[in-house]
């Protein structure tokens, strides 16, 4: 169909403003351009005012052939919101309702537009905590958060996302709205379909609106970092962590690579022989949090070369500011760097950890990394100039390599962000041919015409 009649055809749908052309920034491209240069062109670009006009755009362009690629804030890492292969953008942003707010009973149903940042602000101010705080919580929103079921340093304590849906509204192929679940915390009717749509990635239907519930916030939080001389007393002490039954809100690590790039960005200074970081966030009452915090030092003692625990709120900002400052660091020490995001059991942690060393620099790239140590969820960072190609290519080698080496070592080519463009071609090897069977055969019995962000997660 001729542009023109395409964007006539939308706009008698959404109203003529809401349709914009297809080469309008930002919708070609997600935060993975900055690290690949991934980048597509849309057909158009629509931005619906309500899960009405989602599902009859949707019924659109089903009938007349046209792909569908959702769109939520943007902020995806693996190019699950780049129109690849063109057809029309449906960003959701305009769908920003509170649909209904529960206080007392924990829960909420927001629509798939409402920026994580404000869904955290809506638990909060009503005594609440929705635990999911993934990166970028000031620009992507709650519905692109299920899609592709974002974790975050605090999975540890309180798992990724979906653990925190109760109910969706879809909409799905031919041009449909459902909902699956909903305000109930307890539902075994059928197959599970909630938990197919949460980490779908947008392949299987348009979320609209979302059902969440909330827990009491903790009355008290503390940070603190331990360093330790190399990876292996690293791993080991939080392995000693995770055995002494503490649960930490978050475990995160820094590898020697990492800290070193970061050193003379640490509040007061790092000593040479603090070369590997364990990073703790413990939350309940202050008396838990003051048993926790004891054990979790005493736990955390052995090979230790020096620990900071923050003596407040604002102390404890800064040391979370520096962790979350990795990632500008690295990137400037040659101006880019391709990012790999793989999980292993824990027991393999220092495993990857220093596989990721060996791969990059026999690819001949300097490679470092940090993350969840709690859950093994690794984020491998390959540096390379940002015109270099050569390196680019080499980065993008050892950063497969590292992939297939996480799936023999018993974890996954993803932890949190996703298959998306960037990984398609993967699902077989980590699956094998029968599982990857089952999941195109649950593709094509959502989107039989395969016109819903096609080409991802595949």
């Not at 459902?178 to 075994?188: E, F, L, M, N, S």
Request: some cysteine; overall charge negative; charged content about 20%.
């Amino acid at each position: 169909m001729a542009t023109g009649a395409l964007h006539r055809e939308l706009a008698a749908i959404v109203g003529a403003d809401a349709v914009l052309a297809g080469d309008t920034a930002p919708y070609g491209e997600d935060a993975s351009h900055d690290r690949v240069g991934l980048a597509g062109v849309a057909d158009a670009v629509v931005l619906p005012a309500d899960a009405e006009q989602v599902r009859r755009v949707l019924a659109w362009c089903y009938a007349h052939g046209v792909a569908v690629v959702p769109r939520g804030g943007g902020t995806g890492l693996a190019g699950g919101a780049v129109p690849v292969r063109g057809g029309v953008v449906v960003a959701l942003a305009r769908l920003t309702r509170i649909r209904s707010l529960d206080g007392p009973l924990w829960r909420a149903e927001v629509e798939a537009g409402l920026r994580t940042a404000e869904v955290i602000r809506l638990a909060r101010e009503n005594g609440l905590l929705f635990p999911p705080n993934p990166g970028a919580v000031e620009q992507s929103q709650i519905g692109g958060n299920v899609a592709t079921n974002a974790g975050g340093p605090r999975a540890f304590k309180y798992g990724v996302t979906g653990h925190w849906v109760t109910g969706l509204e879809v909409a799905v192929a031919p041009g449909e709205l459902i909902r699956v679940g909903g305000a109930r915390r307890k539902d075994v009717a059928g197959y599970d379909l909630r938990s197919l749509f949460v980490g779908s990635e947008g392949t299987l239907g348009i979320i609209t609106s979302v059902w969440l519930r909330f827990v009491p916030a903790p009355a008290a939080t503390s940070r603190l970092i331990t360093f330790y001389p190399d990876a292996a007393a690293g791993c080991a002490a939080i392995e000693q962590l995770v055995g002494s039954g503490v649960v930490p809100a978050a475990l995160e690590y820094a590898d020697e690579g990492a800290v070193d790039i970061g050193r003379a960005a640490f509040p007061g200074g790092l000593a040479p022989a603090a070369r590997f970081a364990v990073l703790i966030e413990l939350d309940g009452s202050p008396d838990e949090v003051a048993v926790a915090r004891a054990q979790t030092l005493e736990e955390l003692a052995e090979g230790s070369v020096a620990s900071v625990v923050a003596a407040d709120e604002r102390e404890g900002a800064q040391l979370w500011r520096w962790r979350d400052s990795l990632s500008a660091s690295v990137t400037g020490v040659r101006g880019g760097r391709i990012g790999e995001d793989v999980v292993v059991p824990l027991d393999r942690l220092r495993d990857v950890i220093e596989q990721t060393v060996r791969i990059g620099a026999r690819h001949g790239v300097q490679a470092c990394s940090w993350g969840h140590a709690g859950d093994g969820n690794v984020h491998a960072n390959f540096l390379v100039g940002v015109h270099d190609a050569q390196a680019r290519s080499a980065a993008s080698a050892a950063a497969d390599e590292l992939c297939d080496w996480a799936v023999a070592a018993g974890g996954s080519m993803t932890g949190e962000h996703g298959v998306g463009w960037l990984k398609r071609g993967r699902l077989e090897r980590q699956l094998g041919a029968a599982g990857a069977g089952l999941h195109a055969a649950i593709k094509a019995a959502f989107d039989p015409r395969h016109l819903i962000n096609p080409g991802k997660k595949e």
